[in-house]
């Protein structure tokens, strides 16, 4: 499976621009041998929560709709990061989806975590369901956002149900960048998956550094391509999805685990 992740600059409160800024890169790209297309979180609009009510899509519309229509063109599957949405009624979520290479809508999660640190509490609503697995291609994927790579329950929760990739979307800050790859590389170490991360670059409106860096790790918590922390680039990687097997065989952790002594999950 053949995957590639746009890493590029949001700008701030300006869903127009992002959505031109994405339909480029759908148009200068060479998608011709790729499965994957990644976004970063937040892509519409940035982090401007204050006036995020203004930028939230409904019911991930028109994003979708829009989404849609570069998957079909493309014949590719787009992981759609995330996007400030409300579903009919008051209070924004931060939602990711993901469209298949029909257009058809195959997943969607609402962060379920909010980050403390930038008062996301203040302005959005915490999602009440958990990430669940879907299919590309026929292999099993999870995908979470941003904060949500904090919580390795959650990536061991996806990687028994069976998830051989996890997408993980984000808009991760600069000062935070030794977090970012060691808990990426952590979490494709220990549960034994690839880890296709997506992140951001440049300085939001109230300071905020990005760290880019995004990049694509294997099971044995190799990194197989990375960006740069501040250049607009394509990361793009090949999966051996036969690899898991490998890795899994050579060091069976998820045979190993004593369920019956872990007391608080």
């Not at 949405?85 to 298949?100: C, H, L, P, R």
């Not at 992140?199 to 391509?225: C, D, K, V, W």
Request: hydrophobic content about 40%; some cysteine; proline content about 3%.
């Amino acid at each position: 499976m053949k995957i590639k992740i746009f890493q590029f600059q949001v700008i701030d409160s300006d869903t127009k621009a992002n959505l031109n800024k994405v339909a480029s890169l759908f148009a200068e790209t060479d998608l011709s041998d790729t499965d994957v297309v990644v976004l970063p979180e937040m892509w519409t609009s940035g982090y401007d929560l204050e006036n995020i009510d203004d930028y939230a899509a409904n019911n991930l519309e028109p994003v979708k709709s829009i989404i849609a229509k570069l998957a079909q063109d493309n014949s590719v599957t787009v992981v759609a990061g995330s996007i400030p949405n409300k579903y009919g009624g008051s209070g924004v979520y931060n939602t990711a989806f993901t469209v298949d290479h029909n257009g058809e809508l195959i997943q969607e999660y609402s962060k379920m975590h909010l980050v403390p640190m930038l008062n996301e509490p203040e302005y959005l609503e915490s999602g009440d369901k958990s990430a669940e697995v879907f299919e590309i291609n026929g292999e099993t994927c999870g995908l979470v956002i941003c904060y949500d790579l904090r919580f390795p329950e959650l990536f061991r929760d996806l990687s028994l149900s069976g998830a051989k990739i996890i997408f993980v979307v984000a808009e991760w800050p600069i000062e935070r960048t030794e977090h970012w790859i060691t808990l990426l590389k952590a979490r494709a170490i220990e549960n034994q998956c690839y880890i296709v991360a997506s992140n951001t670059i440049g300085t939001q409106t109230n300071g905020t550094e990005f760290a880019g860096r995004s990049m694509i790790i294997n099971p044995f918590g190799e990194i197989l391509a990375q960006a740069d922390k501040d250049t607009e680039e394509t990361v793009t990687a090949e999966l051996d999805l036969d690899y898991i097997d490998q890795v899994r065989s050579d060091i069976p952790i998820f045979e190993s685990r004593r369920k019956d002594l872990y007391k608080n999950l």
